[in-house]
């Protein structure tokens, strides 16, 4: 006669089981017929041969959520089960499966003396859900309680090992693979270049790899991955190719790291033939893949193919989001990134702090005040408010936006100052020619305790720069030995560019000369600019062939060289300039200016008519420049085209894209308000001139950003000093 088994409350997990025959003092009480489709026939479950493992596993294999561990852990214990291994077992793999790692190691920590399996299962759901730490842990526990790994155990503590990026441990793992035997196993072996690795020891990756006797598609794969992870794509590729003339098919994780490969070294067309390869295998839908193909195409300046897979994607991720943001960031498309961020907004996505850095990036680029401070108010109030990470982004982007009292707010309002913070608020005081700001600061840093890098030096430098401050950036570039930094290309260049733009081109000519390193396109191209300002024909040449064997398609080497000729009237040199970028079909930047009036930039480029008030701006800026005359303005006509007459390069000159965006900006803004305009070019000597004089006649503070640095009139004067 069947009875009914009194349990804390009804267990709906059991579908109604009836039997007339007693295992032990076992009857279930009845329970709802639709939850798990276990059979009724009780002749079948509850005879003298019923299984208890197969019937509680069974259920477990059906369980998805808590409550129905709670209601087959509630069940084992009062059957007395809860010592069974293998019940206890499947539990715990149940249990980690389901994300109850808390409940998992309860139930562990309450069977005596676990065996291996069991170790095994608590090891592999710690290691499943990224609790790397913990699963080594528990290893070493196991370890101590005298229970030998198997197979089985080992992947798993090595992809712990390899996620904590725990080298020593995983050193020590590699000994035990050895010692235990387990040196033949495939997977094991695969396990340990995995680790090595993520650890960044590539070299011991590849031991191990080479003493492979029987090399899988995940052993090639874990290979390729360690070089294309540690910065070395072409040997990933040539590996890769290694692989294919073995016959072997990669799988989507090999193509993964592929694709990342041809990203780095920027091979387009290589990689479209993978994502020809991933189309053909149907594998166009893996989101790791899709992210890799994004980057590629990001990378290798085809942002538009990128977009449209962004776009075909129907559920993208954050780390997609990231992927085509930062994409369009780097690609100098900072409208998009900034739109595409708020379209992510606008779906209720939560961004995080690689898509916030990425939106910032692109707002520092745009150099908009209104569009910084829309993010610095969105910073503010979001959880990123005290990230270090951003904090030093925000500095950089309001820097970079003509705000350096904005970057200083953030830099003061930073509770944790990590070199990167300090560093990027010295950079800013360097971009805007604050040599003494950024110096103090610099001894602010170093009272704090905390040490320079090669980044904090280079604002440094720059600073000097631009103030020219030679003897203190001098004696900077001499202390970097001090902190046993070693500088770089950009340290030299920025030597070269002080020593040249203070007149002193002969001692830059000999600190070239002295470099322990070959000097490179920044260091030549500043003795270059150099030898413009000052007329120096015979080093700039020099300069200039070195230049156009370096960088034989940069355009600007051959304007300044140009410049340079035009500048004392070799008029033969520049034909032959003109020549030359002809025959390597290169042709002149053209200058273009913006200015942001009410949210919306205006673009002008020179002589520009195609803006809707354009008539009304060359009646303005008319008027402005007899003004500037009356006022003493006279054009430096010496450096412009020489097939023009003296009134045609007076008006060339007075038509350029910076004085166009100022008129604009004079008309279009309340007396008194600064005006902000970006120049992608460097100012000429002629604008400099008019825009202190432009400042004072119409009291206004105008701040410039050309291609070199922040510009900062006011009362006729500018902040660098005449010197830029």
Request: net charge neutral; aromatic share 10%; charged share 20%.
């Amino acid at each position: 006669m069947s009875r009914n088994l009194a349990l804390p409350k009804p267990l709906s997990i059991f579908s109604r089981i009836t039997s007339s025959t007693k295992i032990q003092t076992l009857t279930l009480r009845p329970l709802k017929d639709d939850d798990l489709n276990i059979h009724k026939d009780s002749n079948n479950i509850f005879n003298t041969t019923f299984n208890h493992e197969h019937f509680y596993t069974s259920l477990l294999d059906r369980s998805t959520c808590r409550r129905h561990l709670n209601q087959i852990h509630s069940q084992i214990t009062l059957t007395g089960f809860q010592f069974n291994g293998f019940i206890i077992t499947k539990f715990i793999h149940v249990a980690s499966n389901l994300g109850e790692m808390l409940y998992a190691r309860q139930v562990f920590d309450e069977f005596p003396q676990p065996y291996v399996f069991l170790w095994n299962a608590i090891i592999r759901g710690y290691s499943k859900h990224n609790m790397f730490s913990e699963g080594i842990a528990m290893y070493n526990r196991m370890q101590n309680a005298g229970v030998w790994p198997d197979c089985f155990t080992l992947p798993h503590v090595l992809k712990a090992c390899g996620g904590a990026a725990a080298f020593e441990v995983g050193r020590a793992v590699h000994g035990q693979i050895f010692r235990r035997g387990f040196e033949g196993d495939g997977f094991v072996q695969n396990g340990l270049v995995a680790v090595y690795a993520k650890c960044g020891r590539v070299d011991n990756a590849r031991s191990v790899f080479d003493g492979l006797g029987d090399r899988t598609v995940v052993s090639w794969t874990s290979i390729i991955s360690a070089y294309a992870q540690n910065g070395d794509p072409i040997e990933a590729l040539r590996i890769f190719k290694k692989m294919r003339t073995c016959g072997l098919q990669p799988d989507w994780i090999t193509l993964v790291s592929v694709i990342s490969a041809y990203a780095d070294v920027e091979d387009v067309g290589q990689g479209k033939s993978s994502h020809s390869c991933v189309i053909k295998m149907g594998l166009e839908s893996e989101p790791d893949l899709r992210i890799a193909l994004i980057t590629l195409y990001a990378k290798c300046r085809n942002v538009m193919i990128a977009k449209s897979l962004f776009d075909e994607t129907e559920t993208c991720n954050v780390i997609m989001w990231n992927t085509m943001i930062s994409g369009f960031a780097k690609n100098g498309c900072c409208n998009e990134a900034i739109v595409l961020f708020e379209q992510m907004l606008s779906k209720n996505l939560k961004p995080d702090s690689v898509t916030v850095c990425s939106t910032i990036l692109a707002c520092a680029q745009l150099g908009s005040l209104e569009e910084a401070r829309k993010m610095g108010d969105y910073i503010d109030k979001s959880e990123y408010k005290h990230d270090v990470f951003v904090n030093s982004a925000l500095i950089d982007m309001y820097a970079k936006c003509g705000s350096v009292e904005l970057a200083r707010k953030v830099f003061d309002q930073t509770k944790t100052k990590d070199i990167v913070v300090w560093s990027s608020m010295i950079v800013g005081y360097g971009l805007h020619g604050e040599a003494r700001e950024a110096i103090k600061l610099f001894d602010s840093m170093k009272q704090a305790g905390v040490g320079p890098n090669d980044v904090t030096f280079i604002g440094l430098l720059t600073a000097c720069n631009h103030a020219g401050l030679v003897e203190d950036g001098w004696r900077i570039f001499n202390s970097m030995k001090y902190y046993n930094i070693e500088p770089r290309h950009q340290h030299y260049a920025c030597v070269v560019d002080l020593l040249g733009r203070a007149g002193c081109l002969d001692r830059a000519y000999d600190f070239i000369k002295k470099m322990p390193i070959d000097p490179g396109v920044s260091v030549w191209g500043a003795l270059l600019s150099a030898s413009r300002i000052y007329r120096h024909v015979a080093l700039g040449e020099y300069s200039a062939q070195h230049l156009f064997s370096l960088d034989p398609y940069n355009t600007g080497h051959y304007v300044q060289l140009s410049n340079l000729y035009a500048s004392v009237r070799m008029w033969s040199g520049v034909a032959r300039v003109r020549v030359l970028m002809k025959e390597k079909g290169l042709a002149k930047d053209m200058g273009c200016s913006m200015i942001e009036i009410n949210g919306k930039l205006h673009v002008f480029r020179m002589g520009d008519m195609s803006h809707p008030r354009s008539d009304e701006i060359f009646k303005e800026h008319k008027r402005l420049d007899t003004r500037l005359k009356e006022a003493g303005l006279v054009a430096d006509t010496e450096s412009a085209l020489h097939d023009l007459s003296y009134e045609d390069k007076e008006e060339s000159i007075c038509n350029h894209s910076e004085r166009l965006a100022i008129v604009y900006g004079l008309m279009s803004t309340p007396a008194g308000s600064i005006l902000r305009v970006t120049k992608n070019l460097r100012a000429c000597v002629n604008c400099h001139a008019a825009i202190k004089l432009i400042s004072r006649i119409e009291n206004r503070e105008i701040v410039v950003r050309d291609a070199n640095r922040f510009h900062h009139f006011k009362n006729g004067e500018c902040s660098c000093g005449d010197y830029w």
